[in-house]
């Protein structure tokens, strides 16, 4: 918003400037001037200048009221700061390895006809982002809560992010340097990554596992038919966090390996409990119990022969022991004719 009368000052300043034949004492307007503001790195060197005239009697730069130099003369005891130049037309001194408590405002101050004059320049200090602390790899039950931290430094102060890698999504879980999971889910375990960005240099980014331990869920377990005299696997897939352990039983017996031509063998979240040679006492009802330390399940797995098709709820299991069946009789058909 306009005053009228600042544009009427401001207009005869102009005007006056541009009057020909009007001499023009150029830059007293703003003298002594100093550059604008100076960014640089955290490490750097800043240079602080000055512009000067021969009118100029005496010269210092200041740090906030501290005087640095005062013509030729260090007054400083930081050996980082030293003196660039002291002409007619220039003053200016040099910061090397500039610190982030380093950045506030500079004076030049000078002495002319004997007025006393300054000009400012703020020092602004960069600082790449960098993640100063961020929690550890963490293992947690299904439906605990966790808090992950990721803490980061920089100037610009950082924006903080959190991803989840290992989701479906891939998207940004938080735009904060606190991610808070509450009732976390077994979908929600893998690779967190947390970035912290500003744009001095590239982003700081790390990652932070966590392990949602549940308790074992039987995926697979089906009826499965075998015939005398041959071999026959009962198998047996659990999926647990930490992994599961089998036990197999038939009715109250559990099983051993080793034991009655049977041969358990565990691999991951897999189970298989082997008949070498398959016997009528073999056939029946067996159960896969998994169990880790949050819990147990079991399931129940019948190994059935041709001859006698078991009352299995396993629509397909029955299928294929008819199946199996009518081949069998189909081949003795074959052998006799
Ligand atoms: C400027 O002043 C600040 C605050 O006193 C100080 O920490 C910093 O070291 C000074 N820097 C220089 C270059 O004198
Ligand atoms: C110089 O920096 C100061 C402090 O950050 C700010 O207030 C001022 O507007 C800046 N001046 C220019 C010309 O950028
Ligand atoms: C990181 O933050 C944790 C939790 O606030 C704290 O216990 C730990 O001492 C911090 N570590 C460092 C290196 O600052
Ligand atoms: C399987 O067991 C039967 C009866 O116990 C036996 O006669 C047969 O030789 C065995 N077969 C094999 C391959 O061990
Ligand atoms: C199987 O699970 C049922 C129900 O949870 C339980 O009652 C039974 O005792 C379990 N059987 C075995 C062999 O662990
Ligand atoms: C197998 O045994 C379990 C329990 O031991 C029982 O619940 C299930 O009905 C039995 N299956 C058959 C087909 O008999």
């Given at each position: 918003m306009y005053h009228p009368a600042c544009w009427i000052v401001f207009t005869a300043t102009t005007a006056l400037l541009f009057?020909?034949?009007?001499?023009v004492r150029s830059g007293d307007a703003t003298f002594p001037k100093a550059m604008d503001n100076v960014t640089v790195r955290q490490g750097e060197s800043a240079t602080l200048r000055c512009t000067v005239d021969e009118r100029v009697t005496r010269v210092a730069w200041l740090n906030r009221s501290t005087i640095l130099y005062a013509g030729n003369d260090?007054?400083?005891?930081?050996?980082?700061v030293v003196i660039l130049s002291n002409t007619n037309t220039q003053y200016s001194i040099k910061i090397h390895n500039?610190?982030?408590?380093?950045e506030g405002p500079y004076t030049c101050s000078v002495q002319t006809d004997n007025h006393p004059k300054t000009s400012r320049v703020h020092l602004i200090v960069q600082v790449p982002p960098q993640i100063i602390n961020i929690s550890s790899d963490i293992t947690v039950n299904e439906g605990s809560s966790v808090t992950l931290m990721c803490l980061a430094f920089g100037r610009p102060e950082p924006t903080v992010t959190w991803r989840?890698?290992?989701?479906?999504?891939?998207?940004?879980?938080?735009?904060?340097?606190y991610l808070e999971i509450s009732g976390?889910?077994?979908?929600?375990s893998g690779e967190y990554e947390c970035s912290a960005v500003n744009d001095v240099a590239a982003p700081d980014i790390r990652r932070v596992k966590v392990t949602v331990n549940y308790p074992p869920y039987i995926s697979n377990a089906k009826n499965t038919g075998a015939s005398v005299g041959q071999k026959g696997i009962l198998r047996c897939e659990a999926s647990a966090v930490p992994v599961a352990e089998f036990q197999w039983f038939k009715e109250e017996t559990r099983l051993a390996n080793g034991l009655d031509g049977v041969r358990i063998e565990n691999k991951g979240r897999m189970s298989t409990l082997t008949f070498f040679n398959v016997s009528e006492k073999d056939y029946g009802n067996y159960t896969c119990v998994a169990t880790n330390k949050l819990g147990n399940t079991n399931a129940s797995i019948i190994l059935y022969g041709p001859g006698a098709v078991h009352d299995s709820s396993n629509a397909a299991s029955r299928a294929l022991a008819c199946l199996w069946l009518s081949g069998t009789l189909l081949a003795h058909f074959l052998i006799k004719f």
């Open positions: 009057i020909p034949g009007v001499p260090k007054w400083s005891i930081d050996n980082r500039v610190d982030v408590y380093d989840h890698l290992s989701g479906k999504g891939r998207g940004f879980v938080s735009e904060d340097e976390i889910t077994r979908d929600q």
